[in-house]
T-cell receptor
Framework: DQQVKQNSPSLSVQEGRISILNCDYTNSMFDYFLWYKKYPAEGPTFLISISSIKDKNEDGRFTVFLNKSAKHLSLHIVPSQPGDSAVYFCAATVGGGADGLTFGKGTHLIIQP | DAGVIQSPRHEVTEMGQEVTLRCKPISGHDYLFWYRQTMMRGLELLIYFNNNVPIDDSGMPEDRFSAKMPNASFSTLKIQPSEPRDSAVYFC??????????FGSGTQLSVL
């Protein structure tokens, strides 16, 4: 049973437009959420995170929104750039991350020129 | 810092053979994690260690899989005997408590 779900395996967006990646979770105990970015032949790298006490966190072109009542979070990238083409993993954890992260299956974002 | 170092980068083996994957975590990190990535299941947590002690191995698929961490700077994940369904990318990751997770570049395992 997938506790973290990314229902879009891929997403194609034009350069300069907004990319919106979605993630849903089922475990109400999750209280910390993260997005990781992965290029081919590399390991995932941390992108941005949000605590359940917030509903928004922004870092440059990247913003993560959390809707606890809907158990939904989203990552917005604006404007999208060619270097943003990668696989994006949503992850969640309990208690700030004392144990391992639970990841979704990932969304492959393709930025078209 | 060199980051999390995994070896080998690629491993091709035949069904039934023993496979050993290796990981050197970032110095000073007291948590080490082994993940497996497949198209069907995404990134799955297999096992993690805290201060070299296995804490949760509930993600290990079956008894053919075993992991050890003999000291703070080295861990192994062993599959014996290997099967074609074990083909995946295996990632090692490490971190300090409540800090972000750093991943290695992974080992691409192909079992023929």
């Amino acid at each position: 049973d997938q506790q973290v779900k990314q229902n879009s395996p891929s997403l194609s967006v034009q350069e300069g437009r907004i990319s919106i990646l979605n993630c849903d979770y089922t475990n109400s105990m999750f209280d910390y959420f993260l997005w990781y970015k992965k290029y081919p032949a590399e390991g995932p790298t941390f992108l941005i995170s949000i605590s359940s006490i917030k509903d928004k966190n922004e870092d440059g072109r990247f913003t993560v929104f959390l809707n606890k009542s809907a158990k939904h979070l989203s990552l917005h990238i604006v404007p999208s750039q060619p270097g943003d083409s990668a696989v994006y993993f949503c992850a969640a954890t309990v208690g700030g991350g004392a144990d391992g992260l639970t990841f979704g299956k990932g969304t492959h974002l393709i930025i078209q020129p | 810092d060199a980051g999390v170092i995994q070896s080998p980068r690629h491993e091709v083996t035949e069904m039934g053979q023993e496979v050993t994957l290796r990981c050197k975590p970032i110095s000073g990190h007291d948590y080490l994690f082994w993940y497996r990535q497949t198209m069907m299941r995404g990134l799955e947590l297999l096992i993690y260690f805290n201060n070299n002690v296995p804490i949760d191995d509930s993600g290990m698929p079956e008894d053919r899989f075993s992991a050890k961490m003999p000291n703070a700077s080295f861990s192994t994940l062993k599959i014996q005997p290997s099967e074609p369904r074990d083909s995946a990318v295996y990632f090692c990751a490490s971190r300090r408590f409540n800090e972000k997770l750093f991943f290695g570049s992974g080992t691409q395992l192909s079992v023929l």
